[in-house]
């Protein structure tokens, strides 16, 4: 029987060294040698080394002032996570896998000393036998982190960054550099004796003309010689029921049909009923070995032309049970650079924000990561849909994929990973190859002849054919709409613009009434902070003037500040923080709501609207974000609501 132990909640402890002391050592006792940059200290699981260091006081509060700086160092040490594992954890004659669900990025497993494997990569999980080195008793788990990658922010190019790590935090316009490095997701240990689930997928799909659903479920069971059920339950009544044996199971997997069931739907348009799916393998006499449990809905998605599209374009239009619905959401970045440290409520709280001003899409951006389970959980119960991009992003100087073998290896490697973990979500609404991917010295969106891209869409197809897959967004033709080509039929899914340079009314609101896009899936105008944010983050630091001269506010992006647009429309510079912030509040407002009212009037020739950004996940005096960091909403948040929230 398969037993699975949570070990976050064992005493962890976090040591740091110069690069391979620890290794010099060869002690059982490595995190506690006077050889140790920084002595342990008590550190959460799942968690960021940086989090661990600032709840010790080691480090400053990297939101303060020019803090950040000072964090730097941590990135050019090796840390060593250590922990004991308990004795009743242990018995004779099972196989001991350690299972870890996200470490960023790279470094060794040790356990009582001995070295098991290496591990590379913060996007996929990486298991390890542990078997040929557990003691009765006494056993001593060892997680090393080596130094992450140098460089992979905002500005560089893409061709040429082949470490998969998330990008967001070496920099980027809305977050300092803060290098994460930690246990990012569960980790837990596993005792088998032969018999598991070893693997599960399962997708549901509805007929929702006759409210019936279909589920097909595949998957791998080891070493029973006996049975795998599977069990439907809706609100704990059982629905339907299959056993097959195990073999046949291995072969052809089980397929559920016509089952009447009760349709999900995106936030606005009905409710979202959720089913439990179990799956046990039994033994021979019927005793459960293993079993895995995951919550599915069912709904109908097909993509229609927008309204007056040329005969080439992509539809974008979402037909959802048969009804046409207009996707109105914001794209979602980490909720923390440190995101190993975010919790439960961080995504609860955000989330619901969100429902409750009408949005109805996250799209989950390419330079960051696939979000914790968390996320995709409230997104089902919610009714978000999820767009989810792999992980590729646009770097400036070039923006062309990288495109040699091993690469595309590794790629096809995380796509796997990524669909056989959020595949049974029912939010999930599509794939996407990365974030503005773009041919070299153009501004043309990658097709799916690029090899990378072409390997992700074979992926797709083959392993979650039913959902739609993007080779980037922006897609089509062009990156961005130019008003002057307004009416061609080139502007299919576009980025930007994401600020006006000029008066609104002027220039702003004359634009959106021409807009020919089918689909945005990036548009935003910045605002400053709350002013209690903006103080509360300034350390010893002046939050007076608002300039680039200021180091607070030049500390992110210069390109969110728009003192030189008060001064154009007031004939002056402000009085004070607290009149900038209300203008500046204000007029992101005004801007974004008069982008949403564009294009949901224009509903079917348009088929959506996704607002950059979401949520801040640093405390920027001036950005494109429409909530908080505190994960409130911005004025501009509420003025969408009213727009996404009508009929």
């Not at 990156?479 to 009314?505: I, M, R, T």
Request: net charge negative; with cysteine.
């Amino acid at each position: 029987m398969k037993k699975i132990y949570d070990l976050s909640k064992l005493d962890w402890k976090l040591s740091g060294y110069t690069p391979y002391v620890w290794w010099l050592t060869k002690s059982m006792e490595v995190g506690a040698t006077p050889e140790a940059d920084v002595c342990p200290i008590s550190a959460k699981v799942p968690g960021s080394v940086q989090g661990a260091l600032r709840d010790a006081g080691i480090i400053p509060d990297w939101n303060e002032g020019l803090n950040a700086r000072a964090c730097e160092w941590v990135e050019n040490r090796h840390w060593v996570y250590k922990a004991i594992l308990p004795d009743e954890m242990i018995e004779s004659g099972k196989t001991y896998r350690l299972r870890c669900n996200g470490l960023d990025y790279s470094g060794w497993v040790y356990l009582n000393g001995q070295e098991i494997d290496r591990f590379e990569g913060t996007y996929v999980p990486h298991t390890f036998d542990i078997t040929p080195a557990v003691k009765e008793s006494g056993n001593i788990l060892q997680i090393v982190f080596d130094m992450p990658p140098r460089w992979l922010g905002q500005i560089g190019f893409t061709s040429e960054m082949t470490e998969w790590k998330a990008r967001f935090n070496y920099t980027w316009d809305w977050v300092v550099r803060l290098v994460q490095i930690g246990i990012w997701d569960r980790i837990c240990l596993e005792s088998v004796d032969g018999a598991e689930i070893s693997e599960l997928r399962c997708y549901a799909q509805a007929d929702s003309a006759k409210s019936l659903g279909s589920i097909k479920i595949k998957g791998g069971a080891t070493g029973s010689g006996g049975s795998v059920q599977v069990t439907l339950s809706y609100n704990g009544n059982e629905l339907c029921e299959r056993s097959l044996p195990a073999a046949e199971f291995n072969k052809n997997g089980i397929d559920l049909n016509d089952i009447p069931v009760e349709l999900w739907w995106p936030n606005g348009h009905g409710s979202q009923p959720l089913y439990d799916l179990t799956t046990k393998l039994l033994d021979s006499s019927g005793s459960e070995q293993d079993a895995i449990t995951r919550r599915v809905g069912f709904k109908e998605v097909t993509w229609q032309p927008c309204e007056g599209a040329p005969a080439e374009a992509d539809p974008w239009i979402c037909v959802v049970n048969g009804k046409p619905i207009f996707l109105q959401g914001a794209n979602w970045t980490p909720i923390h650079p440190n995101f190993a440290d975010t919790t439960y409520e961080d995504y609860r709280k955000r989330l619901a924000v969100y429902k409750n001003l009408g949005f109805n899409i996250m799209r989950v951006w390419g330079g960051a990561i696939l979000e914790r389970k968390w996320f995709y959980d409230l997104c089902d119960e919610l009714g978000i849909f999820v767009w989810q991009e792999f992980p590729l992003s646009s770097s400036g100087c070039d923006n062309y994929p990288p495109e040699d073998e091993k690469s595309i290896a590794d790629h096809e490697i995380i796509a796997r990973s990524y669909i056989a973990r959020r595949q049974h979500h029912v939010s999930l609404l599509l794939w996407c190859g990365g974030n503005e991917l773009m041919y070299k010295g153009t501004a043309k969106p990658v097709e799916f002849t690029h090899p990378l891209i072409k390997r992700y869409k074979e992926v797709v197809e083959a392993q979650d054919p039913t959902r739609r897959m993007l080779p980037t967004s922006a897609s089509g033709p062009v990156e961005w709409a130019d008003p002057a080509k307004f009416g061609v039929g080139q502007h299919w899914d576009v980025h930007g613009p994401w600020k006006c340079e000029g008066n609104l009314s002027e220039s702003w609101d004359p634009m959106w009434k021409n807009d020919d896009a089918f689909f945005r899936s990036e548009t935003g105008s910045p605002s400053a902070s709350p002013v209690e944010i903006i103080r509360r983050s300034q350390g010893n630091l002046d939050a007076w003037p608002v300039s680039i001269d200021n180091p607070l506010w030049r500390r992110t992006s210069l390109w969110w500040i728009e003192a030189d647009q008060f001064k154009a429309e007031h004939n002056r510079e402000p009085n004070d923080l607290e009149e900038y912030v209300a203008w500046s509040q204000e007029r992101q407002k005004q801007a974004l709501m008069t982008v949403a009212k564009a294009c949901k009037d224009r509903f079917p020739r348009c088929g959506g609207i996704i607002i950059w950004m979401g949520h801040d996940c640093y405390p920027c005096n001036a950005n494109t974000s429409i909530i908080d960091v505190d994960g409130n909403p911005k004025p501009a948040a509420l003025g969408l609501g009213e727009i996404f929230r009508a009929d």
